[in-house]
């Protein structure tokens, strides 16, 4: 049975093992230094100690989706994470995907059909999206139902939240289409 971050077992054995952590890693395509508590799970040393507060608490038990980021390109659910685990890799939160001052074909998306109401789980869905975009530029409906089964919305029907990434998913297209 794998051990999981928020087990008070795992956390009072890791806190023993060092008192701190050095965490070198590249978050938002910039490399960050901070040392933290070795229990610590990633969710918590986005927000704590890297001040990135877009990715959100939810659950705490890799239910919601709320808390999804993108590790090496990969959606994880950060707060079943321990920070450990991302020590040197990419991470990507909400606040890394715009580029260049211009938002991110889903963000724009998500704001101009309705997509999000209270705005708590957008982020997680967004990564989770984004992270099926960038390995499938052109999903079929149950290739965007499948990856987004581990994100949960209490506020909408989904409805205005698949209409906004199919919307990006033709903004993309077109935007692919004119470079060429």
């Known amino acids: 049975m794998p051990l999981h971050a928020d087990t008070p077992a795992v956390r009072k054995c890791l806190s023993r093992?060092?008192?701190?952590?050095?965490?070198?890693?590249t978050v938002n395509g910039e490399h960050v230094d901070a040392l933290v508590d070795p229990a610590k799970t990633l969710l918590e040393v986005l927000r704590e100690d890297l001040n990135?507060?877009?990715?959100?608490?939810?659950?705490e038990?890799?239910?919601?989706?709320?808390?999804?980021?993108?590790?090496?390109?990969?959606p994880v659910?950060?707060?079943l994470a321990l920070a450990v685990e991302s020590?040197?890799?990419?991470?990507?939160?909400?606040?890394?995907?715009?580029?260049?001052?211009?938002?991110?074909?889903l963000q724009d998306a998500m704001a101009d059909l309705g997509g999000a109401q209270?705005?708590?789980?957008t982020p997680g869905f967004m990564m989770t999206v984004k992270a099926l975009l960038d390995h499938n530029p052109e999903p079929t409906e149950d290739e965007i139902n499948?990856?987004?089964s581990s994100n949960l919305c209490r506020c909408t029907g989904y409805t205005q939240m698949y209409q906004a990434i199919k919307a990006a998913i033709k903004a993309e297209q077109q935007g692919m289409a004119a470079k060429r």
């Open 17 to 25: 093992m060092a008192a701190v952590f050095h965490f070198s890693s």
């Open 52 to 59: 990135l507060t877009g990715t959100k608490h939810g659950c």
């Open 61 to 74: 038990l890799g239910e919601c989706g709320a808390c999804a980021v993108l590790v090496d390109g990969q």
């Open 77 to 79: 659910l950060s707060c």
């Open 87 to 105: 020590n040197g890799r990419a991470v990507t939160t909400i606040e890394g995907i715009a580029a260049g001052g211009e938002l991110h074909p």
């Open 118 to 121: 209270c705005g708590y789980c």
């Open 146 to 148: 499948r990856a987004l």
